[in-house]
């Protein structure tokens, strides 16, 4: 066979090969726009500069189809090389090793812990108090006792936060780490619905300096930005229906 019709057949079957070895490792990642966790994975792959695609569950989160795939039926769900894991904070664990560059734990064991209890932090004791306000968002439902006496609690959280840690100027430093993911679209949260419900809550001057110079960082403020167009969306759609 003369090398003039080699080579095109070299670079078709190596053409090939890569999309075969590209479809089967990767990584996929079963989210919503609207998902709060979903934004706090997509941040952490943008971050490490990994090619994902995001797909919505399909029949929705918990159907019996998404079932098939994720058999908690949750978002975010990542789906890697015939590997699915659930849980946001296991999926950030298993990106963090499998791209160790940039790294987004600290190297130091303590600030390690520290990193992981302000995600912790931010999942069991602030982002529940902003999930509670979800059902006050139609109008028919609102309940001004329940929006004003949620509202003194996270803002009590926020002090604790302010407290545990002074951000410099993010949560372990200079450094996005895994304890930022989840704050961002949380802010987001608190803007939307402060502005929705007309709340007031005061964020300590460590966080709001905070909350400013993450949602700046260059791995947050795009993801960040369609977070809240969805958001307002989302709020838009509620207060019609």
Request: hydrophobic share 45%; net charge negative.
């Amino acid at each position: 066979m003369k090398r003039e019709a080699v080579m095109p057949l070299f670079f078709t079957l190596t053409i090939a090969f890569f999309q075969i070895y590209r479809s089967r490792f990767m990584l996929v990642l079963y989210d919503l726009a609207i998902s709060s966790y979903g934004c706090k994975t997509r941040i952490l792959l943008r971050h490490k500069g990994l090619e994902w695609k995001s797909l919505a569950p399909p029949d929705g989160y918990g159907s019996p189809a998404y079932c098939k795939i994720v058999p908690s039926g949750t978002i975010p769900a990542l789906v890697h090389d015939g590997f699915t894991l659930g849980e946001s904070d296991a999926i950030a664990e298993y990106l963090n090793e499998l791209a160790p560059e940039p790294a987004m734990l600290p190297e130091a064991i303590k600030e390690r812990a520290m990193a992981r209890a302000l995600s912790r932090f931010h999942d069991t004791r602030i982002e529940p108090l902003l999930r509670a306000y979800f059902g006050q968002v139609s109008p028919a439902n609102r309940n001004a006792d329940f929006i004003a006496e949620n509202a003194a609690l996270l803002e009590r959280r926020f002090h604790q936060l302010a407290e545990i840690r002074t951000p410099s100027p993010l949560l372990t430093g200079t450094e996005l780490s895994l304890a930022d993911c989840g704050f961002a679209p949380s802010f987001a949260i608190l803007d939307c619905l402060q502005g929705v419900l007309g709340f007031d809550l005061t964020l300590p001057t460590s966080i709001k300096a905070y909350q400013t110079a993450l949602c700046a960082h260059p791995s947050v403020r795009d993801e960040y930005a369609d977070y809240v167009k969805a958001l307002d969306e989302w709020a838009a759609a509620k207060m019609a229906g």
